[in-house]
């Protein structure tokens, strides 16, 4: 036996038009004047108006910040504390996917901690408590609604994590109706995030206990059994839900039991080409497992009994189906097609070097040589 500590979210609301029960949440945390945190693109598609006219009808005084980014910056962070300050908010929501909910836990920190973003970056750097915070994942995949995590990109090509319990929020709210509007693309790309979270944390040589295993396994069983069908009816609620509680679950499990390779060679390709997040982490996912299956065969085995239709239970028998996986879901399944050049990859796996945190978890150990091979697999890709 060894000593373990899990930490979560400590309210999960699942259900449809659950998102219209926020001012609920908002009385039982004292919040009256709340931040709600989210992207132009919401806005545009009407998804903010009901959850805005239900805070209002419940007489709170909501005020939108709608400038939230892809991989947001410390300049978007600032903007959003600077909207909170000048509204006097008491509290704030996310209504988004992953970069929304990144930007508010951040803001909500920064409220109230007497310390700038810059001291922020790293594991435990926070110093004070936070405002109260709702997150309202619109997307299946990035499980920030049930992480202490959120990251932040610092410069033109860096992005820079804070990792701390503060972070957590004090509710999630999950609502199928607000992800069936998704692109099939962003629907695949998150999809593959949460099954790498999943896989990840399953995986991870440290801090992995029976709790995160647990829910890292159940998460891969609702999302293998669910993606291709969201993707093929769109308008399949039951699906999606099942999508959103994978996510959170591999939220939950990679939050305690933290992610290692995949996500620390995936960052750079944002950084540097502006990918997507989960395709990052899709293009590197099957280099990857090949490379750690000599230490994690017997986990990766493990991981085919929660996947859908016959697979042979070896490391090998999860590669392939997750290969098939990727190439059914439409996504790019090579770094060239993605559009990376092959002239990068030095600079990709220097850059890949930085992520020690992420890369101390793995289950083999990465060199910088190492991480050129696995950019190079990942630039041939799935042929």
């Keep these: 036996m060894t000593d373990y500590l899990f930490q979560t979210v400590s309210t999960i609301a699942v259900g449809t038009d659950r998102v219209l029960t926020l001012d609920g949440f908002c009385k039982q945390l004292g919040v009256s004047r709340p931040l709600l945190v989210t992207d132009s693109g919401l806005v545009g598609l009407g998804l903010i108006d009901p959850p805005a006219a239900a805070l209002a009808a419940a007489g709170l005084e909501a005020t939108v910040f ?16 600077a909207r909170l300050r000048q509204a006097d908010c008491d509290g704030v929501i996310a209504v988004g996917g992953g970069s929304s909910m990144d930007t508010a836990k951040v803001v909500a920190a920064l409220a109230v901690a007497d310390q700038p ?3 922020m970056y790293g594991v435990d750097q926070i110093a004070g408590a936070r405002l ?11 499980g920030s609604e049930a992480t202490p995590v959120a990251v932040i990109t610092t410069g033109d090509t860096t992005k820079a994590g804070i990792s701390d319990a503060t972070l957590l929020p004090d509710v999630a709210v999950l609502d199928a109706a607000l992800t069936t509007g998704l692109p099939p693309a962003v629907t695949a790309m998150t999809g593959i995030d949460a099954m790498v979270h999943a896989i990840e944390a399953f995986t991870s040589i ?7 295993d647990a829910l890292a396994l159940e998460a891969m069983k609702l999302l293998t059994h669910n993606l291709l069908t969201v993707l093929d009816e769109p308008h399949n609620l039951a699906a999606r839900e099942s999508m959103l509680l994978g996510s959170l679950f591999a939220g939950q499990a990679f939050a305690n039991a933290p992610v290692a390779a995949v996500h620390a060679l995936a960052y750079p390709l944002g950084g540097h080409f502006h990918i997507p997040h989960g395709l990052s982490n899709s293009l590197m996912l099957p280099s990857v497992l090949s490379f750690n299956a000599s230490a994690a065969g017997q986990h990766y085995a493990a991981l085919t009994a929660c996947l859908p239709g016959s697979v042979p239970a070896t490391a090998e028998g999860l590669i392939a189906w997750l290969e098939e996986m990727i190439a059914a879901s439409g996504l790019p399944r090579s ?7 092959l002239s990068a990859i030095p600079t990709l796996a220097a850059d890949a070097m930085t992520q020690q945190r992420l890369l101390v978890n793995n289950p083999v150990p990465v060199s910088e040589s190492d991480a050129v091979r696995l950019y190079e697999k990942a630039w041939e890709g799935l042929r």
């Design 66 to 81: 709608d400038e939230v980014e892809a991989d947001p910056s410390e300049a978007v962070v600032e903007r959003a504390l």
């Design 117 to 119: 973003l810059s001291e």
């Design 132 to 142: 109260p915070l709702i997150l309202v994942p619109t997307t299946a995949g990035t």
């Design 206 to 212: 440290h801090r992995k206990n029976p709790i995160s």
């Design 335 to 341: 770094l060239e097609a993605a559009g990376v050049p």
